[in-house]
């Protein structure tokens, strides 16, 4: 599968909300990390496609998935590199607030599995919105 494939079956497959199927989408070993802080337990680095699903289970967990929304602005592919630009809007769960934030994630493909995937977000405003 080329880049933009791949790319654009993660995104079909996290809108259909199965966290094992998105977890299939990765190679055995990636680098991920997703910026945040200790208080977010979905942040940080994950190194294998195990830790996939359960990054998911837990952001799903913390927000309000019925509430969602998820704005693709741009797929920009340059050979195995995608990066998406957009932004997400969410409502904390432990609080009832929504927060907007503009994100990019950048990604890396090898065949058709990803092997890495960064994301972009005001952690500030993100962090703001799950602090008491």
């Given at each position: 599968m080329a880049t933009r494939e791949v790319v654009e079956k993660f995104f079909g497959l996290l809108a259909?909300?199965?966290p094992d199927a998105v977890a299939g989408m990765f190679a055995d070993?990636?680098?991920w990390y997703v910026p945040g802080s200790p208080s977010l337990p979905w942040t940080?680095?994950?190194t294998t496609a195990g830790e996939v699903a359960d990054y998911f289970r837990t952001l799903v967990?913390?927000?309000v998935p019925e509430q969602n929304?998820?704005?693709v602005e741009a797929l920009l592919v340059d050979g195995d590199h995608a990066v998406m630009l957009g932004r997400f809007t969410r409502v904390a769960r432990s609080t009832g607030r929504t927060y907007e934030t503009p994100i990019a994630m950048h990604f890396q493909?090898?065949?058709d599995k990803i092997v890495k995937m960064y994301l972009y977000e005001d952690t500030l405003k993100v962090s703001e919105a799950y602090s008491g």
């Open positions: 259909a909300g199965d070993h990636i680098d940080g680095q994950r967990a913390n927000i929304v998820d704005e493909v090898a065949g």
